[in-house]
């Protein structure tokens, strides 16, 4: 129980003027204000909680996300369905271009 408390103790409030500097620099760069939504406030709260204005990030992960859930048959898919599998393939293999962009950059990816 004392390393608890220890530990509560030792948390500083969140630096609100770095999450202030850290929205002005979201709002400056070349996207829709706001459009990353929850991520937006993610990175501010990170920036916040660090009191670091660029925060290191140790374990970068990319999550890919795939899944067949029927667009094909609604026919607004740009690819037919056997695709969904051979790309999950290629995904797990290494050969697919997040792959490529991810290891230059020493990011892990994930499929999902």
């Given at each position: 129980m004392r390393k608890l408390e220890e530990t509560i103790q030792a948390i500083e409030p969140i630096d609100t003027q770095l999450m202030e500097k850290a929205?002005?620099?979201?709002?400056?760069l070349t996207k829709p204000r706001d459009s990353l939504g929850?991520?937006?406030n993610l990175a501010k709260r990170?920036?916040?909680i660090t009191a670091k204005e660029n925060p290191p990030l140790e374990k970068?992960?990319?999550?890919t996300m795939a899944g067949d859930h029927g667009v094909v048959e609604e026919g607004v898919s740009a690819?037919?369905?056997e695709v969904t599998p051979q790309m999950v393939?290629?995904?797990l293999e290494g050969g697919?271009?997040?792959?490529?962009?991810?290891?230059?950059?020493?990011?892990?990816?994930?499929?999902v």
């Open positions: 929205q002005k620099r979201l709002d400056n929850r991520l937006e990170v920036v916040g970068k992960v990319i999550f690819f037919p369905q393939y290629n995904f697919a271009a997040i792959n490529v962009l991810a290891k230059g950059v020493g990011v892990k990816v994930i499929i």
